[in-house]
């Protein structure tokens, strides 16, 4: 029995996701035979469930300084050569309303089925192959690449990596992509959970799983990096959108820093209620859920009428709100997080193509690579970015 040969096409893009859609619809745009493998039976899993099912799909103020890489500056040509505003374009096209929810963050009026619906639609008007359900299980480069899949072994001069990370395993998350870079010699950048909660351990679990559900406005500091937004009490620890950030910053072992009064002068507010009756529960209860006040009183500073306390004791005080030490003992793992840090080092690959510098016809897109955007919609953004630059070079 003679094996048939391998079904031939300009670009293979393996992964379905954000960055394969966009990847594979750009190329498929500019006249080349491309094929889509998706190891699920439907594309784009992970962006029907993000933004609580409405797709923050990008985000207006999308740039280099809203990203974390070994290289800083990676990113800048990508997000340059595809700003939000295409992506914006597209989605109006389309026809799609949406709305700006704070920060720029930019949402769907309906439901994130309309950005899987439009990028569906716009691949099959660009000539797509789909292959859905389908495991790719090895790849040859002799010249061409040849991929053996359960359905059938492709050939291709491109191929490119969209396969993301290892956030959030039950939608299918796997480590392949990385599998394919140690295959053909690329470096990679540590991986990690990222945009993900912080556990704690003894005494202050004890006090954030007694707060669960409580959130409070603050600025959360690691290194240069710092977050004013909601932080939010669970039963292991921290979360809400300043924790997430900060998550991927944070480095295990060392402490955060929490500003619990990041919009006024604490020490003001302090210092004028020095000759007065009223206990400092009382006081920081005008600023806090008076349940956190209360509770953080009794962990951190002993709540006593404000004549009772020197003026050194005020200075203490504010120093202890305006920068609460904290030590994380880790994250919630990669089941919480909703993207990867870390990943192809991206001083292998070409900034403007995402190939790969040793490897001609070899790109990575998208999450698998060391980039990583803050929360709300930046991720989705350098999605767009990397696989506008790879689809339209492929």
Request: hydrophobic share 40%.
């Amino acid at each position: 029995m003679t094996t048939a040969p391998p079904e031939p096409f300009d670009v293979a893009v393996i992964g379905g996701g954000a960055a394969g859609l966009f990847c594979a619809l750009t190329a498929g745009r500019r006249g080349r035979r491309v094929v889509l493998i998706e190891h699920n039976e439907a594309v784009g899993r992970k962006i029907l469930i993000s933004g609580g099912g409405r797709c923050n799909f990008t985000n207006v103020n999308a740039g280099p300084a809203n990203y974390f890489s070994e290289n800083p500056d990676f990113c800048r040509s990508a997000l340059a050569g595809f700003g939000p505003e295409r992506f914006i374009d597209l989605v109006e096209r389309h026809g799609i309303a949406y709305h700006e929810k704070k920060l720029g963050q930019l949402f769907c009026d309906g439901s994130a089925q309309q950005i899987v619906d439009m990028l569906e639609r716009e691949c099959r008007t660009a000539g797509l192959t789909f292959r859905l359900g389908c495991q790719v299980s090895g790849i040859v480069r002799e010249g061409r690449f040849t991929l053996a899949t359960t359905a059938g072994a492709i050939s291709c001069d491109s191929l490119v990596i969209a396969t993301g990370g290892l956030s959030i395993p039950p939608l299918g998350a796997t480590g392949s992509g990385y599998d394919v870079a140690r295959q053909f010699g690329l470096r990679q950048v540590a991986i990690r959970p990222a945009l993900v909660p912080l556990t704690f351990s003894g005494a202050e679990k004890t006090l954030f799983a007694e707060l669960s559900g409580v959130s409070v406005e603050a600025a959360v500091s690691f290194g240069r990096h710092r977050f004013v937004e909601n932080v939010l009490f669970t039963h292991r620890g921290l979360s809400g959108p300043a924790i997430l950030q900060v998550s991927t910053a944070w480095q295990p072992g060392k402490a955060i820093t929490v500003d619990l009064a990041p919009r006024v002068d604490i020490g003001e507010i302090l210092a004028a209620a020095s000759t007065s009756n009223r206990e400092l529960a009382s006081i920081l209860s005008d600023l806090w859920p008076r349940r956190f006040a209360q509770a953080w009183c009794a962990a951190v500073a002993p709540s006593r009428p404000m004549h009772h306390y020197s003026a050194q004791e005020v200075e203490q005080l504010t120093r202890q709100i305006d920068a609460w030490e904290l030590r994380p003992a880790g994250t919630a793992g990669y089941a919480k997080a909703e993207v990867t840090a870390g990943g192809i080092d991206t001083r292998d690959l070409n900034s403007k193509t995402m190939e790969a510098r040793n490897v001609p016809g070899l790109y990575f897109i998208g999450e698998v690579v060391d980039v990583t955007g803050w929360l709300g919609g930046y991720n989705f953004q350098w999605a767009w970015a990397s696989g506008h630059a790879a689809g339209s070079a492929a």
